[in-house]
């Protein structure tokens, strides 16, 4: 047979069975208690080639969005950061078209804190307890910006309006501390306190004209000008000349002045001065003894007395007698001149003092003389106190005419409520402001 030519020899060799169906291995899933790492059939031998036992791994299950994904190991400066809120432009956009931005803290570059207009407001309609406490309250809370100076220097207005000086010294404490500069200094002799000021301030009466027996109606106007003040301007710029007797009216005039215990303060006075040491030249014994009377009380109102006591000599030689004596203008030394007079010409200055309220023509008749007489228009506010709003629009009204006819407008002195004041209502725009040192 054919079987017996290839019979086995011994123990049969094992053979693979190609007819035998193959192994197909199902996929195991990921035990509950253990990891997804797969299970696997007992290992083949090592040399064995034998891979139908060969159970590959399972396919990895896609990675699921998780909060564990992020590595805890990282600080926490290195996590992934919120997302950044959308960037708000309004406030810039707004400021580039002109428009007003949203509430800020910090008032605008340049701009002047509502703060400061409500104060000067209430401080002109006479509401000086609430614009005390309204400023006082923006300057302890709120952030002022550019206008915390103004601020500041307005309080201490205020204090020294209402004659608070302890208050006055313990801002100025502060002050130094905030802004490393000097404080203001408080005035013992403030304007508030002047009883020149209590009265409505320094009269005003404008002399014209050539001085002779028929001024006599104008000069006693001149006398009840000053009736109810305690000071008197006498403007001389429009005097065109004199004679003896108007002389001895004038001179009749200052000294019943003196008497009453008021104050004359002379401006404008170079063409009388002159017309005065024309007639008294050394040797000139014909002058009527009122002329030369006038001059010597000129010169003590002017406070000259370096040409008094010249031309004193002169008036002994000439006519052989003793000269006058030199007396200071009576109730200088008493309670000092209530506003220092300018000495040159060209710095003389209109006088406006204490609360200038209920606007009059007054006012404006002086506001448009002294422009007429003098080649720029100085108005010294050093010694006023408070301006009303009816006032302030009487001098922006004014002064603009006057601009506009070519006048240059110099205020100084004034303090920082009535410049605030001026800044509202735009006097600023037609006068050159010069803060009070």
């Not at 004659?163 to 905030?178: G, I, P, R, T």
């Not at 009269?203 to 028929?214: H, M, N, P, V």
């Not at 008036?315 to 001149?337: D, H, L, M, N, R």
């Not at 007054?362 to 007429?372: E, P, S, V």
Request: proline share 8%; hydrophobic share 45%; aromatic share 6%.
């Amino acid at each position: 047979m054919f079987f017996s030519l290839f019979g086995r020899k011994g123990a049969p060799k094992k053979t693979e069975n190609k007819n035998k169906a193959p192994i197909t291995r199902q996929p195991v899933g990921p035990s509950p208690a253990t990891s997804a790492a797969p299970v696997a059939s007992p290992e083949p031998a090592e040399d064995s080639l034998d891979f139908s036992t060969y159970v590959p791994p399972p396919q990895s299950v896609p990675l699921q969005d998780s909060p564990a994904a992020a590595p805890q190991s990282l600080p926490q400066d290195t996590a992934a950061a919120p997302a950044a809120p959308p960037l708000d432009v309004s406030a810039l956009v707004a400021s580039l078209a002109g428009e007003p931005a949203a509430p800020s803290v910090f008032p605008a570059a340049g701009d002047v804190a509502p703060v400061i207009e409500e104060t000067a407001i209430l401080f002109a309609n006479g509401e000086v307890e609430p614009a005390l406490a309204r400023l006082s309250n923006a300057v302890r809370e709120a952030e002022l910006g550019d206008s915390a100076l103004q601020a500041w220097l307005m309080l201490f207005d205020l204090l020294q309006h209402l004659d608070m000086w302890v208050e006055f010294e313990a801002l100025a404490l502060e002050f130094v501390v905030k802004f490393e500069r000097s404080p203001p200094a408080w005035l013992e002799t403030g304007g508030r306190k002047d009883p020149a000021l209590a009265t409505g301030g320094i009269a005003f009466f404008a002399l014209g004209g050539t001085l002779t027996e028929s001024s006599a109606p104008e000069l006693e106007k001149l006398r009840n000008a000053a009736a109810a003040q305690q000071t008197l301007r006498v403007e001389c710029s429009k005097v065109e000349g004199i004679d003896a007797p108007g002389c001895r009216l004038f001179r009749e005039a200052l000294v019943s002045l003196r008497n009453a215990g008021k104050e004359v303060l002379l401006t404008g006075e170079a063409r009388l001065v002159l017309s005065l040491e024309e007639a008294c030249q050394p040797g000139r014994s014909e002058t009527d003894d009122a002329v030369w009377a006038l001059l010597f009380d000129v010169y003590r109102i002017l406070g000259s007395k370096d040409k008094f006591e010249e031309t004193a000599v002169t008036y002994a030689v000439t006519f052989e007698v003793s000269p006058p004596s030199w007396e200071s203008q009576p109730g200088a030394e008493a309670k000092g001149s209530v506003v220092p007079r300018p000495v040159e010409a060209a710095d003389q200055a209109l006088i406006l003092s204490g609360e200038l309220s209920g606007a009059s023509e007054t006012l404006a008749k002086q506001l448009q003389d002294w422009a007429g007489a003098n080649k720029m228009l100085v108005i010294d506010m050093s010694r006023a106190t408070r301006v009303d709003i009816v006032t302030a629009g009487l001098m922006l009204k004014v002064l603009s005419a006057l601009q506009e006819r070519g006048t240059t407008i110099q205020i100084r002195g004034a303090n920082e409520l009535i410049r605030a004041l001026f800044g509202l209502t735009g006097l600023d725009k037609v006068a050159r402001i010069i803060p009070r040192k």
